[in-house]
């Protein structure tokens, strides 16, 4: 199966095309308003407006509460919702109350971390692996923290899983090889600076997905 690829946290026009010129199967929306990735509902609407139907929208979210939630997936039109630090019956409480499709992030240093994968089996329709970031930092994600990728071999994943955390155009292909993922994420690996994407970043990162 080909691998597909999520470009995460865009805020601009010229990136989001980029990013759909490119091939990206999803596109990632930041509503943690301490990241500098961090969407308005204008800004949701308006990226929203120019994604076509056919990928998929996804709402990046720190244990959001219910307006937060309503807003963005309104204004950004999500069909599946992004969940770091966030408590297993909660994922499913909202998959329950908005019926979308939900990723649980699994923050990973250690083997140890990937227990937490069986807490979500039940809760989220899918889990996003990305890096733990370390404990002081002010976001659990968008870091460009790579984990051990060994630390995946042999783990029987309990649902449909995406590889993230520090991955960019020179490693993807490398930790594709490795894990066998059939989709990726991305976000500071082609940026420029926190929250500043790169459209030549975007393009090599999808071309090297594509290898
Ligand atoms: O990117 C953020 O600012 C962010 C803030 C709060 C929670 C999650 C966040 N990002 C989540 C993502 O899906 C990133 O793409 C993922 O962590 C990988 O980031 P990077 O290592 O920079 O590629």
């Given at each position: 199966m080909p691998t597909t690829a999520k470009i995460c946290g865009l805020t601009t026009i010229e990136t989001l095309d980029a990013a759909l010129a490119g091939g990206a199967s999803h596109v990632g929306l930041n509503f943690f308003p301490p990241s500098p990735r961090n969407l308005s509902a204008d800004q949701a609407r308006m990226l929203a407006a120019r994604t076509p139907d056919r990928v998929h929208r996804v709402g990046v979210f720190v244990d959001p509460d219910d307006a937060l939630l309503d807003m963005a997936i309104a204004a950004g039109r999500l069909d599946i919702l992004q969940f770091h630090k966030t408590a297993p019956a909660r994922i499913a409480e909202v998959a329950r109350r908005t019926g979308l499709a939900t990723w649980a992030a699994i923050a990973i240093k250690?083997?140890?971390?990937?227990?937490h994968a069986r807490d979500v089996a039940g809760a989220a329709s899918a889990i996003l692996y990305d890096a733990k970031t370390p404990?002081?930092?002010?976001?659990?994600?968008?870091?460009?923290v790579r984990f051990d990728?060994?630390?995946?071999?042999g783990f029987r994943h309990p649902l449909p899983w995406a590889l993230s955390g520090g991955l960019d155009a020179d490693n993807v292909a490398e930790a594709i090889a490795r894990t066998g993922a059939t989709l990726v994420d991305v976000s500071s690996?082609?940026?420029?600076?926190?929250g500043v994407k790169d459209v030549d970043k975007i393009a090599a990162f999808l071309k090297a997905v594509r290898r």
């Open positions: 250690t083997r140890a971390d990937l227990d404990d002081n930092a002010a976001l659990p994600g968008g870091m460009g990728w060994s630390l995946l071999d690996g082609v940026e420029t600076a926190p």
